[in-house]
């Protein structure tokens, strides 16, 4: 055995994430390593959580970046705010609904699903008849853009639901966060998770987080303990809260979250109304070029993720060996279906500093090539 | 709020981890990020198993980077081996036996504690009227390096004995992969975790872990679900093992990753009894360097870890004073004891990458200069 460093091609990257990074977050991923209790560490940190809160639009105290993807961070949400026999209403329109009550159940609640086709929104009223249903469910979870099928649900509406009967929320905003709309305090979400890998183009690896007080509140009066040790916030709270001391709870990933403030300081410097503005932009412009080409789009108008474009194979063409040809011949990469729409579906993204007109020309010009 | 680019300080870390980073390791973290499903990134991922089968010393197939720090490593190992009621003894002289026996009570298991003072090794005696006393137990846990205390312990005959008693065992690696001689297979180690931030000079934020045919015959025959779905190795293997096809369960941390392999290829360019060697070999001078200035080890002679020196604050110093002057005059970060150490021990860590002769002889004239 003599393995040798290793090179990766450069790729275009529009597929369901992680997205193109920029080389300004990719440097700022290779300078120097700090102990993850330096003044200086940490002060950068402060400043992650004051970009998090703008990003999110939340002035949530409990607001940070968890140290693993964004799996983690669902199960962050989950882990925390769950109590063994809880009654959860689980909004499933894809693939990351199911993800969703597999957390409930195995943090012991119980799961009620609400059921809607995927590639649809969440359905209030379907939503509104298991609140009415189960009076004794204390959350309601669902996802804002499902990163399966490209439709995004109306996260304000659902929220106001889930609080006239007294539950909390937990919303996935994996695909969302900076990408579309998205304002925590206004809506108010009660618990919240995203991704680094979509549309903030960081390096995937870390999930931001926020949590409102009430959230807070219900984990602080939990009489059990949370079941992860690594994700039981009333532990991690000691790192990233507060003012000045930071207890150690574990290493936090120093050099990704240099990539992460600096994903954030981008955002801000674009400024987050118009980041929804070029990515609603950029779809307006894939859209023209596809349906040029006689392809499909998967999702209502009304409900498309101008971020995440589910668009139907069309008939008689081989899913995977296009794929294949857009990675080989053109250093593209494009998401396949996933779940109920695997072969029937390709997911281009158009995320984050993956979202500009050079790539959607070239995306609908390979696509045109190979077709 | 104008929040800039972050330019980190650079330091010498010579503390408990993270340790200094080599610029190829920086160098290789930014490179430009691949889908976490790419071909190319699949074959850079079956040669970081290969390369980490290598430095563990191990033929088991299951064995990967957990996509998060040392410490969901540990609940990595204890989630899946674990099942509520299960016996687990638990042997702590330090800070992190004691986060094991939260992880098994978290699981749903009782944990059987065997006490040796901090600063000691663990005592197989102990260990073994404990499993003489509780015949029902069915897993041992230790760690081999104490990253709290710098006290190495006997891993080979813990494992034996566990073994003679019908145990399964999870050994706690985060501080001696790579700095202290460790096998595997050869000892019998069940299922082990590391840290990628100790002695492999990898940026924090991945765990190596590995696991035998009886730990994973074990996970397999479960009758509950890991109580974590982000670390159910049922689910996890299905992206990092097998030949070939890579179903997808989380997106994986690429560019931590690129960091990791490059690491690891440095680990195999030097040959791993060369950088045992030479951890032996600078604590060795460290040694000399500290007890010409009569400054004490925590630690007997034959317990040392080479890699992180416990030494006795003298008499009457201020130690937050003196690492605060090591900090900002001389950029050089050491520890601080850890829990019932506080206050009374510093940690000087010659850890991968930091452990060298430069390093040993910038600390202790630091050292002497603001004593």
Redesign the interface.
Known sequence: ???????????T?M?P??S??SD?V???????????L????IG?MD?VK??LQ?TFQTQNELTFAV??????G??CCF?NLIEPGDRVIVCQNGVFGG?MR??V???GGTAVMVEDAWGSAVDPDKLEDALKAHPDAVLVAFVHAETSTGAQSDAKTLVQLAHQYDCLTIVDTVTSLAGTPLYVDEWGIDAIYS?S?KCLSA???LSPVSFNQRAADKISARTT??????LDLNLVMGYWGGEGKRA?????????L??L??A??MV?EEGLENAWARHRDNHLELRHGLEAMGIEFVVDPQHRLPQLNAIAIPEGVDDAAIRSRL?HEFDL?IGAG?GALAGKVWRIGLMGHASNLKNVEFCVSSLRAVL
């Open positions: 055995m003599q393995i040798t460093s290793f090179h990766p091609p450069r790729r990257l597929g994430g992680p193109d990074v300004r990719l440097e700022a991923m290779s300078r120097p390593t700090l102990g993850h330096d003044p200086a560490f950068m400043e004051s970009l703008y140290s693993a993807p964004g799996s983690a669902m199960e882990a993800r597999e957390n159940e195995r943090c991704g890998q390096p995937p690896g303990k949370v079941q992860s040790w690594f150690y709870h574990h290493t936090a990933p120093v050099n990704s240099y990539g403030h600096e954030l300081v801000q990675l990469e996933l």
